[in-house]
């Protein structure tokens, strides 16, 4: 049987609607699937921060009398010389790690209100714990070294040679 010819005319090369409907109902998946490669691709490409500094020279035993005390901000610690030796503690905050700032009285907590005495103890909470020792050395050229990743007993102190 022969072909019967339409009364539909012919569309070729013409967009209908029902193309456009599918194409409609896909962009949000391609969408979706794009965003979740940027986010696939900012993932795996992250890196890491290098980890932070934990040892600081501060300088010559001569640079620090008797009896003073001398904020290291770049450690976040301050070097203590008294009749004893020297000690050093820091100013990261027991309780939350917030950096403590240095008063007439002592420190206080910008964060949370704790407040510390002269020599790192608690004088009023949140904090439970008084202020971290820090180990002060002495390094082959004859400075002062405060190392932060290493705690020491609070009542440490360190005679220079």
Request: proline share 9%; charged share 20%.
């Given at each position: ?11 070729e ?7 456009f ?49 001398t ?91």
């Amino acid at each position: 049987m022969p072909a019967m010819p339409s009364n539909v005319p012919d569309r070729e090369g013409e967009f209908a609607r029902r193309d456009f409907l599918r194409l409609l109902a896909g962009l949000p998946l391609w969408l979706t699937g794009g965003a979740a490669l940027v986010g696939l691709e900012r993932y795996l490409s992250f890196e890491v921060d290098p980890p932070p500094q934990t040892f600081f020279v501060v300088g010559r035993p001569g640079d620090y009398p008797i009896g003073s005390s001398t904020l290291a901000p770049e450690a976040k610690a301050v070097l203590y010389h008294d009749t004893l030796g020297f000690f050093a503690l820091s100013m990261v905050c027991t309780h939350l790690g917030c950096t403590i700032k240095k008063t007439e009285s002592g420190y206080d907590c910008p964060c949370h209100g704790s407040r510390f005495d002269l020599h790192g103890g608690v004088l009023n909470g949140p904090a439970a714990s008084p202020l971290a020792a820090v180990a002060v050395a002495q390094d082959s050229q004859g400075r002062l070294t405060l190392d932060m990743g290493q705690g020491v007993p609070r009542n440490r102190r360190f005679v220079p040679s």
